[in-house]
């Protein structure tokens, strides 16, 4: 991920507006309808498990910029997400999930560049939670 990028993340989920819980079910929709499959991974309480969504990937984007805040975070999910039972093969389902939401939250303003940048900040998330 380079620092464009990481400023393309910033600016359009800014854009976005305030972070709800809205967006974490609409990702667990799109989720789901992806690879139904995965819902046996959450024993949690929907409202629940969107809201803590909807938290994590405000703090991924608000610190890009700070990867001694960033890593250990998302290396501890990596630990825990592990013992839920999510395997590699999980990661690509979920990063469907997460454009196809935030395309959707985005509309007009979804452009290659965007695109790019999400994805690109999602692999990084995702390399790191393989990693740990």
Do not use: C
Request: glycine residues 4%; without cysteine; aromatic residues 10%.
């Amino acid at each position: 991920m380079t620092r464009d990028q990481a400023q393309i993340v910033e600016d359009s989920f800014s854009a976005i507006g305030p972070v709800t819980l809205e967006m974490g079910e609409a990702f667990y929709e799109n989720l789901f309808e992806i690879a139904p499959e995965l819902r046996k991974l959450f024993s949690r309480e929907a409202i629940e498990q969107a809201m803590r969504f909807s938290e994590v990937l405000a703090f991924t984007v608000s610190n890009l910029r700070a990867p001694e805040r960033l890593l250990p975070i998302i290396r501890g999910l990596g630990v825990r997400h592990r013992e839920l039972g999510v395997a590699a093969e999980h990661f690509a389902p979920f990063k469907v999930a997460l454009l196809k939401t935030l395309q959707d939250k985005m509309q007009d303003g979804w452009t290659r560049d965007v695109e790019a940048a999400w994805s690109s900040t999602y692999d990084m998330v995702a390399s790191e939670m393989l990693a740990a």
